[in-house]
């Protein structure tokens, strides 16, 4: 499954409201998880089953979507949320991942 | 506190192998399966394989099928990565992380850098 993901880049300043999307070649149900990456922490898990906030997620995240379209939206946006956000799809083998949004401060 | 520490990377001739360690702590590690992800300077993400709690079941893609192993000691809460006849393209920051059930994985080590280069 490819998952094509978009912007590659994004530039917003504190406190705008941002949303990144992911699209998948077939259906892909709800399988769907967003990580973000920061220079010098381990990957750190946003999301899964497309919208399910994993524990310790801020509630300004949230994911929507199902089947091939899914959105990760970040609203009232904080310093700390600069950073490379990908997707995933694990609905099946070979596990993917979409290429990556640099989300940079305006 | 969940803790995922890989090691054994380095420069390593094409054609050569290279095993990579990944230690687990803070966790019972054998409820956990556990994979491998790697990333190229400057790319994304690529899954580079999976195995069960047990290490009955790896699963991997088709660039590196044949080539790379999985393997987990659960006595010793540690997972591994045997990687033979190294390519270029292999040069990448390998992670690893684990995952409870469906394969998104809420916990990733920091990495470890495999250079493959003449």
């Known amino acids: 499954v490819q998952m094509t993901q978009s912007p590659s880049y994004l530039a917003a300043s504190p406190g705008e409201s941002v949303s990144i999307s992911c699209k998948a070649s077939?259906?892909?149900?709800?399988?769907l998880a967003w990580y973000q990456e920061k220079p010098g922490k381990a990957n750190k898990l946003l999301i899964h089953s497309g919208s399910t906030l994993q524990s310790g997620t801020p509630s300004r995240f949230s994911g929507s979507g199902s089947g091939t379209d899914f959105t990760l939206t970040i609203r009232s946006l904080e310093s700390e949320d600069f950073a490379v956000y990908y997707c995933q799809q694990y609905n099946e083998y070979p596990l993917t991942f979409g290429s990556g949004t640099k989300l940079e401060i305006k | 506190e969940v803790q995922l520490v890989e090691s054994g990377g380095g420069l390593v001739q094409p054609g050569r192998s290279l095993k990579l360690s990944c230690a687990a702590s803070g966790f019972t590690f054998s409820n956990y399966y556990m994979a491998w992800v790697r990333q190229a300077p400057k790319k994304g993400l690529e899954w580079v394989a999976t195995i069960s709690t047990s290490g009955s079941r790896t699963y991997y893609p088709d660039s590196v099928k044949g080539r790379f192993t999985i393997s987990r000691d659960n006595a010793k809460s540690s997972l591994y990565l045997q990687m033979n006849s190294l390519k270029s393209e292999d040069t990448a920051t390998y992670y690893c992380?684990?995952?409870?059930?469906?394969?998104?994985?809420?916990?990733w080590g920091q990495g470890v850098m495999v250079t493959v280069s003449s």
């Open positions: 992380a684990r995952f409870k059930w469906e394969p998104y994985f809420d916990y």
């Open positions: 077939k259906s892909i149900s709800n399988n």
